[in-house]
Every structure is written in structure tokens, then in C-alpha cells.
């Protein structure tokens, strides 16, 4: 080989260098921008199903704050009744006193109606900081009323609980004599036969 072979080779092994240098920073830059296309789309995804869920775990608080908000009406009104037939049963100053706690009450519960968790809240603030003192003492109040309702729910729940137990020994007894009765004979039909 002659020497402008050598060269000629050489230049060619370079130009053939160089374009597959070319190629691979083309390649590379490829599955870089896929790479970034690929990463930008989970991203994307990621971003959308945490926004799902959000919305979802707000919906379901909404929702419970909801259910929270009707209970707590429908305790206030029956405390209302209640209230309003202690009244009827008392005389004089007893009973103005408990006909104006049931009137309280009620108006209480006519504004919780319909109303969101928020307004609930920044209500209560905005009379916490009016009346401090009449707040506490309504939270006082609010709380011995809510705990001998839950009392009295307590106790009617586990009442109603043992009756079912009762009634579920009693059945299961009959069962069982039953069962016993019917084996027996069967027992002397075969000692007989």
C-alpha cells in the first residue's frame, strides 16, 4: 500500500468515524428526548392521579362532615322535644327556662340546616370571639347534653345487645333439644328394628 493509500484509508476511517460518532449523538439525543417524553408523561399521570385522589378524599370528608352535621341536628332537635316536654311537665320559672333552651336549641339547629362545614366553623369563631364567655359555657352545655345522649345510646345499644344474646341462647338451646329429642328416637327406632 502506497502511502497516499494510507492516507486515503485514513481519511475514510475518519470520515466513517466521524459520521458514526454523528449517528451515535443523534441516537443519544433520541432516547433523551424520548427519556424526557416518557418522564414528562408519568409526571403528568402522577399529577392527575393525585389530583383524583384529593378530590376524592375531600369529597368523602365533605360528605362525612355531611352526615356529621345531620346527626348533630337531629340529636339537637330531639333535645329540643325533649327540653319542650320537660317544660310542659314543670311550672314557673323551670319551665320559661326550659322553654327558652329548647327555643335555643332549636334556632341552633334550624341554622345548622343546609349549611357547609366552613360556614360552621368560621360561625363559631366569629362567636367564640364576640362572647368567649357564653361560648364556653354553651360548649359546656353542648358537651354534657352530647355525652348523656351518647350514654343513652350506649346503654340502649348494649341493653338491646344482651336481649339478642338471649334470644340467640334460647334458640340455640331449642335447637340443641330439639336435636337431642329427635337423635334419641331415632336411637330406640334402631334399638327396636
Known amino acids: 500500500m502506497t502511502r497516499m493509500e494510507t492516507i486515503m484509508n ?5 470520515d466513517k468515524l466521524g459520521a458514526t460518532a454523528d449517528q451515535a449523538k443523534h ?37 362525612k362532615a355531611g352526615v356529621a ?8 332537635d330531639r333535645l329540643a322535644d325533649q327540653l319542650e316536654s320537660e317544660a310542659s311537665d314543670a311550672n314557673g320559672v323551670s319551665a320559661r327556662v326550659l322553654n327558652g333552651l329548647a327555643s335555643g336549641v332549636t334556632s341552633v339547629s334550624d341554622r345548622l340546616r343546609g349549611r357547609n362545614l366552613g360556614d360552621l366553623l368560621a360561625d363559631a369563631q366569629d362567636y367564640a370571639r364576640r362572647n368567649p364567655a357564653t361560648f364556653a359555657v354553651g360548649a359546656a352545655v353542648a358537651g ?10 350506649a346503654a340502649r345499644q348494649t341493653a ?11 334458640y340455640r338451646d331449642a335447637a340443641r333439644r330439639t336435636a337431642d329429642s329427635h337423635g334419641q328416637s331415632a336411637a330406640q327406632k334402631a334399638s327396636q328394628g
Open 160 to 170: 338491646a345487645a344482651r336481649v339478642a344474646d338471649a334470644t340467640d341462647r334460647f
Open 27 to 63: 441516537i443519544a439525543a433520541s432516547a433523551v428526548d424520548t427519556a424526557t417524553d416518557a418522564g414528562r408523561t408519568v409526571a403528568a399521570e402522577v399529577k392527575t392521579y393525585a389530583t383524583e385522589t384529593l378530590e376524592t378524599v375531600k369529597d368523602a370528608a365533605v360528605e
Open 69 to 76: 352535621r345531620d346527626t348533630l341536628v337531629d340529636a339537637a
Open 10 to 14: 485514513t481519511t475514510e476511517f475518519k
Open 144 to 153: 354534657f347534653a352530647l355525652a348523656r345522649f351518647i350514654g343513652a345510646t
